[in-house]
């Protein structure tokens, strides 16, 4: 498998597995639904690119993970990100390869669909290395 398919389904894993999360969701989607009812998450973006070194191979991978929500203010949406890097940090290897660094790279908070009351969006980018240990 390759990294960047197990590491994105690592990382589905792990959020699926932190109850606070998924207690806050309705469901958490692989790649982002056609259709669903708020609040719900989904890993969305995923791109890979070499890292390693002389004696490591490597793959670095960054991932979107998104979450929406249907209120009036962005209030509840400040629990399910809090429940994000817990969760990430929670990673476990997956298919040969394990996940040696997990960092923030960004994130935005925004209102969904333009005006009210079409409710607010999370957007969380992280970058993740992952060496290769067989399998």
Do not use: F
Not at 38 to 43: M, T
Not at 63 to 82: F, K, N, S, V, Y
Request: overall charge positive; aromatic content about 6%; hydrophobic content about 40%.
């Amino acid at each position: 498998m390759s990294a960047e398919l197990a590491v994105r389904s690592a990382v589905i894993a792990a959020l699926r597995a932190d109850g606070a999360l998924m207690a806050g969701l309705n469901a958490l989607y692989d790649g982002e639904p056609v259709r669903a009812s708020a609040p719900y998450g989904h890993v969305g973006d995923c791109i890979g690119t070499d890292w390693g070194g002389k004696q490591v191979e490597g793959r670095e991978v960054r991932l979107t993970i998104g979450l929406q929500d249907a209120g009036e203010t962005p209030g509840r949406l400040a629990g399910l990100i809090g429940r994000i890097e817990p969760a990430i940090s929670a990673v476990q290897a997956r298919e040969g390869w394990r996940i040696v660094t997990a960092r923030l790279v960004r994130s935005r908070v925004m209102r969904s669909g333009g005006r009210p009351p079409s409710g607010w969006q999370a957007v969380i980018d992280y970058r993740l290395r992952a060496v290769w240990e067989g399998g």
